[in-house]
């Protein structure tokens, strides 16, 4: 069992939804990471919160909306998006920022736009 | 030219058989991360180096910092292993929380 937990599995929308996409961590971890994932390829990061507060955007469009509402949990809330953001969306947390501070990953939310 | 490129793109292995899968990287480094993914999708984080060797079980990495060259290992493969395994540096001076991945392995295990 993974100790980051995403949740839902899978979430098929139309592009005019609004839904978000949540992860939790009972680790005391104080960064918590959203990534992008298409098939067959790496994940890419899109944004890193540290101690609650967003430190990392990576370009990403305002569509995507990152949301650290306390420690524990990290929220993704998704508006009018595109066929091409269908993809695996992962959630990680670390001690912290540090170089050796290990990421641990939650299963992923797979996410499909119609 | 990528960053951290890892070969085989594909690995295919009978039961048992020794595995080796490579990383090369052509950034300064703070810390390199061999990570698993399986079919489902998480991930896990096998091994963090900074150098030497470290192992788990069946799982031996090895990075050599002089050559920007790390290696992973799997003694007596079994099916179980099957999955994708992606090499990730942290770039010296960048944050600690930003990986650069490589393109993974997709290693298949038969009975």
Known sequence: DTEVTQTPKHLVMGMTNKKSLKCEQHMGHRAMYWYKQKAKKPPELMFVYSYEKLSINESVPSRFSPECPNSSLLNLHLHALQPEDSALYLCASSRGTAYNQPQHFGDGTRLSIL | KNEVEQSPQNLTAQEGEFITIN???????????????????????????????????????????QEKHSSLHITASHPRDSAVYICAVTSSGTSGSRLTFGEGTQLTVNP
């Open chain 2, 23 to 65: 990383c090369s990287y052509s950034v300064g480094i703070s810390a390199l991360h061999w990570l698993q993914q399986h079919p489902g999708g998480g991930i896990v984080s096998l091994f963090m180096l900074s150098s030497g060797k470290k192992k788990h079980g069946r799982l031996i990495a090895t990075i050599n910092i």
